[in-house]
């Protein structure tokens, strides 16, 4: 005799589906909801803020949630608007920081600080958005921040800004800072000297100067110079300078330079042709961008408003330029030996770069006036 077995809905809703086998779930069960989030707000520290630190704290009101559950935060922090990850690294310095799973704060607003310094003098972007699960919020509104305005003199590389009344170099003679430009050049007998901790024996050095005006007086005065020690730069082997030349310049009012790589030699420089090719009336009021850079050639170019004005090279047909001891000018130190003029004076200088790489595009933004 066969037992009648009877299958109800109840039953099979409590683990059988009238076969014998497991139930499965209803297909009318909800999935779980997709949380609808909101973004966060930047609170701190205030838009275009001048900070004294390369660790920033950032801080935001937190978004808000309409499901239960855990909420974290994505921060962002670029040395460009578009907050493009491709952004070139720094040897020191970060440029650009993404962290995720910042906890969120508990007092209605959440913090994040970067654990890496972010590279001085630098305007600074950054946002923050809500994540919960795998749903994330609208980013926060962009705002901006300018990092501490400090310089450096490291193995391989030298950042002074000169904007903030202080120097990594030395000065001598008479000089004075000037708000908001940098630091100033009294006389051909004056300068800014750096020692580098180690030698440069490739690489570039660039400075923003303004104050270069035509028929200077001194016929060879030096913008910046580089030597292997702290006498006269004249007689150096490994003499290394651009010139705006002035009165009785041959011709006055030249573009010039001069580098030797050891030996006279191998000395590299513009022959009268390329000078005279070169003659430009510089305005004092505008500010111009020097730099010069050496290898198996040295090169100077000179950019105005982000126009190049000048730009000549020069391969030397050997040698190396190598000093040690490694010493770079802002201006030169030959003046008060009496052989050529030194430095020219009224010129002002801020945002000095010196190292085994080209200088960083978004290095001394923190110093434009936006």
């Known amino acids: 005799m066969f037992a009648l077995f009877v299958c109800t809905t109840a039953a099979v809703t409590c683990g059988s589906n009238g076969t014998g086998s497991p139930s499965q779930p209803s297909p009318n069960t909800p999935a779980p909801a997709t949380p609808r989030l909101t973004?966060?707000?930047?609170?701190?520290?205030?838009?275009?803020?001048?900070?004294?630190?390369?660790?920033?704290?950032?801080?935001?009101?937190?978004?808000?949630?309409d499901q239960p559950g855990t909420r974290t935060y994505e921060f962002q922090v670029s040395d460009?608007?578009?907050?493009?990850?491709?952004?070139?690294?720094?040897?020191?310095?970060?440029?650009?920081?993404?962290?995720?799973?910042?906890?969120?704060?508990?007092?209605g607003s959440t913090s994040f600080t970067p654990d890496q310094d972010l590279q001085p003098t630098t305007r600074f972007y950054w946002r923050a958005r809500l994540v919960q699960g795998t749903t994330v919020s609208a980013w926060s509104e962009a705002r901006r921040f300018n990092s501490k305005l400090v310089g450096y003199n490291r193995p391989g590389e030298l950042y002074d800004p000169l904007i903030h009344g202080e120097s990594v170099g030395t000065t001598i003679g008479s000089t004075t800072y000037v708000p908001g430009k940098g630091i100033r050049i009294n006389d051909q007998n004056s300068y800014v000297r750096y020692q580098l901790p180690q030698t440069v024996a490739a690489g570039e050095f660039s400075v923003e100067v303004e104050g270069?005006?035509?028929?200077?007086?001194?016929?060879?005065?030096?913008?910046?110079?580089?030597?292997?020690?702290?006498?006269?730069?004249?007689?150096?082997?490994?003499?290394?300078?651009?010139?705006?030349?002035?009165?009785?310049?041959?011709?006055?009012?030249?573009?010039s330079f001069k580098a030797l790589f050891g030996d006279?030699?191998?000395?590299?420089?513009?022959?009268?042709?390329?000078?005279?090719?070169?003659?430009?009336?510089?305005?004092?009021?505008?500010?111009?961008?020097?730099?010069?850079?050496?290898?198996?050639?040295?090169?100077?170019?000179?950019?105005?408003?982000?126009?190049?004005?000048?730009?000549?090279?020069?391969?030397?047909?050997?040698?190396?330029?190598?000093?040690?001891?490694?010493?770079?000018?802002?201006?030169?130190?030959?003046?008060?030996?009496?052989?050529?003029?030194?430095?020219?004076?009224g010129a002002t200088y801020r945002n000095v770069w010196l190292s085994t790489r080209p200088r960083p595009a978004s290095l001394g933004s923190a110093l434009d006036k936006q």
């Open 80 to 107: 460009t608007d578009t907050f493009a990850s491709t952004a070139p690294a720094s040897r020191y310095f970060s440029v650009v920081v993404n962290r995720t799973g910042v906890a969120e704060g508990t007092n």
């Open 212 to 255: 270069l005006a035509p028929n200077g007086p001194g016929e060879k005065m030096r913008v910046l110079s580089m030597m292997d020690g702290t006498g006269n730069l004249y007689v150096s082997k490994f003499l290394l300078n651009a010139q705006y030349r002035g009165r009785n310049g041959n011709p006055d009012n030249a573009i």
């Open 39 to 65: 973004a966060p707000a930047p609170e701190g520290p205030a838009e275009s803020a001048q900070l004294d630190t390369l660790r920033p704290t950032l801080t935001v009101r937190n978004g808000t949630s």
């Open 264 to 345: 006279e030699d191998y000395k590299l420089e513009p022959d009268f042709a390329q000078r005279s090719a070169a003659i430009m009336s510089l305005d004092p009021s505008r500010t111009y961008l020097w730099r010069v850079s050496w290898n198996s050639e040295f090169r100077l170019v000179i950019q105005e408003g982000g126009n190049t004005i000048y730009n000549l090279g020069v391969s030397s047909p050997g040698g190396a330029y190598n000093p040690a001891p490694h010493y770079a000018y802002l201006g030169a130190n030959n003046g008060p030996f009496g052989q050529e003029a030194g430095s020219f004076p």
